[in-house]
Every structure is written in structure tokens, then in C-alpha cells.
């Protein structure tokens, strides 16, 4: 699920029947749809009213208008694409492949793949800095998080990031942090992006830390699936004088039994 760039809608995946459904905010009602003729795996939207729309059954990439709630033309990727996501200025796609552990940057205008780059892991979760010159990439298969240029078209390199690293987040601050949930080691995981200065601290943040997000530039809030609970960490805690201690948790909010979030 994800909200349209004009933010009057959100746009819904559905694996039966296979169709990417659009839900405006003013009725909540299922809107338009764009049918689908292979279960999908993942979407991303971009700034220019696209959807892509990768399938592993197919071992394709569907570019859809959101316009005209029609699909453009099918990338054929070569690879099991499981996980997309489009540059900040939409002119590339970059998807990822687990089966295959690549990631392979596509060329939008044209579907043409620009570059295809291996993996030490499988990747199973995406995270960009702000201005999209970084890629961050978690997955199974190694305790680390890649790095990736894309405008380099390179891997620039695989840095250890707790054990089984899984969502990420990253602040819009100065210095920029990217947080890495360790859901198995209940521990949230931090690096200094600007200073490239790995792992500034690791804290626990309950007992099945699942996803992290940055509603705003002033705090990191942690799911915690087992617990019930959400965890509120100042972004402000993550200074240079908490370098070598952890940074202390705000306060722990009770949301309910077992609650989730996009995995």
C-alpha cells in the first residue's frame, strides 16, 4: 500500500485477483483498477504518476499509468524481480531479484537495463538516502546491509549491520542516520551516513523490533510485534556524545495485540 504522489489516494496490491487498486482518501471506497495477469510481489509509485509493478511469476516488471489506470508495457527482467523501487526523479528503476541476489537498474523511457549488479545476500528490503545517491540493502543471507551508487551503477560496498538485518529507515537530519531493525536480537542498529561511521549504537527495542519509520525530523518510532508495544526514540539522542552509549528510548506506547507492518 502506498499513497499517490498528489496524496489524494492510496494505491493498494492485491495478489487474488492480481490488480493494483486505487482507494481515494475522500470515500475509502475501491476505485480504479488495473488488472494484473500474474500474481504481484511488490510496487513502487513515482513522481511522475507511474506504477511499477514487479511479478516473479512472470519474471517481469508492469509499468502502469496511474492517470489513465492503464498499464504502459511489461519490462521483461531476466530475473525473479521481487522488490522495486524508482529513483527520486523516476528516470530509473531499480529492482531486486532474491533467487538471483541482484539488483538490476532499468532505464524507464525505454524498459532498456542499464546495468545488472550482484549481491552477497538476498535483497529483501530497499532504503534510499534523500537525494537518492545512496541505495541501502538488506536481505537473507548475511548479517550486513550493501551500499549501491546507483548513478555509479556500482556496489560500493557490504557493511555488518547486526544480526539478520531487516527494515530500514533513514532520517532527513544533518548528520543523516540510516536505522536497521534486528528483529531476532530485538535491537535497532544505527550509521552515521555522512561520516560513514559504522554502527553508532545498538539498543534494544523490545522483543520483536519489526519496522522503523521518520514521521517527522524529531523521532524514530520501532514496531514491536511480540510485545505489543511502539517504541519512540529521539533522533536528537543519536549525537556525537551518545557516540559509545545507547541511545536511551522516549517512551514505550501500548498499540494492541500482535500489531504489523509491511514487511
Known amino acids: 500500500m502506498q499513497v499517490s504522489p498528489g496524496g489524494d489516494a ?14 481515494p ?14 500474481p504481484p510481489d511488490g510496487f513502487d509509485l513515482s513522481s511522475e504518476n507511474r506504477a511499477a509493478i514487479a511479478s516473479r511469476q512472470d519474471r517481469g516488471i508492469v509499468m502502469a499509468s496511474l492517470t489513465s489506470a492503464a498499464i504502459e508495457r511489461t519490462i521483461a527482467s531476466g530475473a525473479e524481480p521481487s522488490i522495486v523501487r524508482f529513483q ?3 528516470k530509473q528503476l531499480l529492482a531486486g531479484s532474491r533467487p538471483d541476489r541482484n539488483v538490476t537498474i532499468f532505464d524507464v523511457a525505454t524498459g532498456r537495463t542499464v546495468v545488472r549488479l550482484p549481491l552477497p545476500l538476498e535483497p529483501r528490503h530497499f532504503c534510499f538516502t534523500p537525494d537518492g545517491g545512496q541505495l541501502f540493502i538488506s536481505g537473507d543471507g548475511m ?3 550493501v551500499i549501491v551508487y546507483p548513478q555509479r551503477e556500482e556496489v560500493a560496498e ?12 533513514i532520517t532527513d537530519t544533518s548528520p543523516s542516520y540510516l536505522l536497521v531493525a534486528n528483529p531476532e536480537s530485538s535491537r535497532i542498529t544505527v550509521f552515521d551516513v555522512e561520516c560513514a561511521s559504522w554502527w553508532r549504537w545498538s539498543r534494544w527495542a523490545g522483543d520483536r523490533a519489526r519496522y522503523s519509520s521518520r514521521p517527522d525530523n524529531q523521532y524514530i518510532l520501532v514496531l514491536n510485534e511480540q510485545s505489543g508495544d511502539l517504541a519512540v526514540i529521539r533522533i536528537f539522542s543519536l549525537a556525537a556524545r551518545y557516540r559509545y552509549k ?7 506506547i501500548p498499540v494492541g495485540r500482535s500489531p504489523s507492518a509491511p514487511p
Open 10 to 23: 492510496l494505491w493498494v496490491l492485491y495478489r487474488e485477483p492480481a490488480a493494483l487498486v486505487e482507494v
Open 25 to 38: 482518501l475522500n470515500s475509502l471506497r475501491p476505485a480504479r483498477r488495473i488488472r494484473l495477469a500474474a
Open 88 to 90: 527520486s526523479d523516476g
Open 143 to 145: 548479517d550486513a546491509v
Open 158 to 169: 557490504t557493511i555488518l549491520a547486526g544480526h539478520a538485518p531487516g527494515v530500514m529507515a
Open 246 to 252: 545507547p541511545a536511551p528510548l522516549f517512551t514505550m
